[in-house]
């Protein structure tokens, strides 16, 4: 069972609900847990444990061969990410806007574009107390996070036996970087809180996991602030509500020192049983 | 005209909250640019009117004519994102999966892949109940030109606030510090970072100084939620001196906030009292810097 965590809007506790699930879980099933935000991964702050591996993610980009470049001028025209610029007698390859499609290394009639590794960021393995905990991070400074999302999922899926449970903890918003983490899960969790800016960004979340024809349901966060109109909105369009968790300022404390809520919390406790339980008859 | 851009790496700190205080703080000398393209949420304080809407064509989408097709198959095999397969008995492009490279179309030997321009948005310049006005943005669903859409916003915002000789050009940025970031902070005079007193606010304000220095942009820090945990608070305090980044007054933990949202205020209008002093206290100390 792969479970994806996501929301539109950032910081409506993603990474909390993540973390505390798979904690939980654990103790009952074999579980993964995967920060797939990373560009700004936190599942780290809350989950340590021993280092089992540590994995160099990279990607292809053009390396330009001057002495085999006929100056042809056409991989300037192939690329439509205008990655490559012919600029006087060079080629200069401009690697934050390559999408590593191979189209001008492959079809450089003069071979003078062989694709090189150029380094994404780091996909961290660690174990801690049962619970297996993957990692990733982008490198700061580099645009594209799609691509180092696509790779960690094929680590998992190549390095990592089956569990029974896999929690996706995915970036915020809707675009590219969200999908590419969502896109593989048989179930996503979109949590937001009752909000007009929670509400709106739901709303557009619902119709991109909708488009991507992925079973989800929601849960609410800080229930108590705002007002209840993301509750009729739920209803109104048939979406299973998991949970709620209360508005506590005693969570935010918990949250900000890093602790594990629901061992603190009972209302938290009793929303993962929930979530779990739902979760448990899906399958 | 000085371009200010708001960012926080960490979603949920109060960024979109305190950039309409500002705004309204600024009165009418000032354009404001939304560009968190996949979670606008401005517009739901500012009550964008006289919207003039534009459609966002940014990168291609593959497609299959299967009249031509003859099933070699050599695009599925070229393609490095397995955007296409013929699992339906037909060489098919899935639409989430395609990245627009065009590869595909210059390798068909019958010419019968065809790429189709994508509209994957729309920008909107619009008057507000704030006297100032707002560029906005959309994106589709899923798409990836994120960064293009803000370079966009950011242009029309800029020439906005030329035309009508305006002093502030203010950008709501996105969280994170992937590519509509870096279109955010691209050009920029100041950057204000707003974190929260947590460990996860650390630990993202790092990162997203770590790129705004790549800019060499000169920063202000603001910490919301500052007496949830007063540990981590120093903490930022040390951090932001040993960087010389400004540390502008902190914001406490306050219900303020989510009420203002759910009435659709600023915190301003919800609780003047309380907020007047605390904003015209960080544009003091923002003000001197640019």
């Known amino acids: 069972m792969r479970l994806a965590i996501a929301s539109g809007k950032g910081g409506t506790g993603k990474t909390t609900l993540a973390v505390n699930l798979a904690i939980k879980a654990k103790e009952k099933q074999s579980c993964l847990l995967v920060d797939l935000d990373v560009e700004e991964p936190n599942g780290g702050i809350f989950v340590q444990g021993d280092l089992v591996a540590e994995h160099e993610a990279r990607r292809a980009i053009p390396d330009w061969d001057a002495a085999a470049c006929t100056l042809c001028g056409k991989c300037p025209s192939w690329c439509l990410y205008n990655a490559l610029i012919k600029l006087g007698d060079t080629i200069l390859v401009m690697p934050n806007l390559c999408h590593s499609c191979y189209a001008c290394s492959e079809m450089c009639p003069a071979s003078a574009l062989a694709m090189k590794p150029d380094s994404l960021g780091t996909i961290t393995h660690r174990r801690f107390e049962g ?22 999922l094929a680590y998992i899926d190549e390095h990592l036996e089956k569990h029974d449970l896999q929690i996706l903890d995915s970036p915020p918003g809707t675009a590219c970087a969200m999908v590419s983490a969502v896109k593989q899960a048989d179930f996503v969790i979109l949590i937001s809180e009752p909000t007009p800016f929670g509400l709106h960004d739901l709303k557009l979340a619902v119709q991109t996991v909708r488009e991507l024809g992925i079973p989800f349901g929601a849960v609410i966060n800080r229930d108590g602030i705002g007002n209840d109109e993301i509750y009729g909105y739920l209803k109104e369009e048939k979406i299973p509500l998991l949970a709620k968790i209360p508005h506590q300022r005693r969570i935010a404390e918990l949250y900000s020192q890093g602790a594990m809520l629901y061992k603190e919390i009972a209302e938290i406790d009793e929303a993962l049983e929930d979530i779990l339980s739902y979760i448990g008859r899906l399958r | 005209m000085k371009e200010i851009v708001i960012i926080s790496g960490k979603g ?15 009165q009418d000398d000032l354009v404001v640019a939304d560009c968190d393209v996949d979670a606008a949420d401005l517009h739901l304080i500012f009550e964008p009117h006289n919207s003039l809407a534009t459609d966002f064509y940014s990168g291609v989408l593959a497609h299959i004519d299967p ?24 060489y098919t492009v899935d639409a989430v999966d395609c990245e627009g490279c065009g590869y595909c179309y210059h390798l068909c030997p019958e010419n019968a892949i065809s790429l189709k321009e994508q509209m994957v948005g729309q920008y909107m310049s619009s008057e507000t109940r704030f006297e100032c006005t707002l560029v906005h943005a959309r994106l589709g669903i899923g798409a990836d030109n994120s960064g293009k859409l803000v370079a966009k916003v950011k242009a029309i915002a800029k020439d906005t606030a030329k035309d009508q000789g305006k002093s502030y050009l203010i950008v709501d940025g996105s969280p994170g510090i992937g590519c509509p970031v870096i279109a955010s902070l691209s050009g920029a005079d100041y950057v204000i970072m707003v974190t929260e007193a947590s460990q996860s606010g650390v630990s993202d304000l790092r990162r997203i100084w770590e790129l705004v220095k790549m800019f060499q942009i000169p920063g202000a820090l603001i910490i919301n939620k500052a007496d949830i945990n007063p540990t981590v608070t120093k903490q930022l305090h040390s951090f932001a001196k040993k960087e010389k980044i400004l540390l502008l007054p902190e914001i406490s933990y306050s219900d303020d906030f989510p009420k203002a949202i759910s009435m659709g205020q600023s915190i301003l209008e919800t609780n003047p009292a309380r907020w007047q002093p605390v904003i015209s206290e960080i544009w003091k100390a923002i003000k001197e810097r640019i």
Not at chain 1, 137 to 148: H, K, T, V
Not at chain 2, 12 to 26: D, I, N, P, R, V
Request: hydrophobic share 40%; net charge negative.
């Open chain 2, 67 to 90: 009249l031509r097709c003859i099933d070699c198959g050599i695009c599925a095999e070229k393609c490095r994102f397995d955007a296409i397969s013929n699992a339906s008995g037909q």
């Open chain 2, 12 to 26: 949920g700190t109060g960024k979109t909250s305190f950039c309409a205080a500002l705004a309204q703080h600024l």
């Open chain 1, 131 to 152: 619970l297996d905990f993957v990692e990733s991070r982008l490198e700061i400074g580099l645009e594209q996070a799609s691509p180092l999302i696509s790779q960690s």
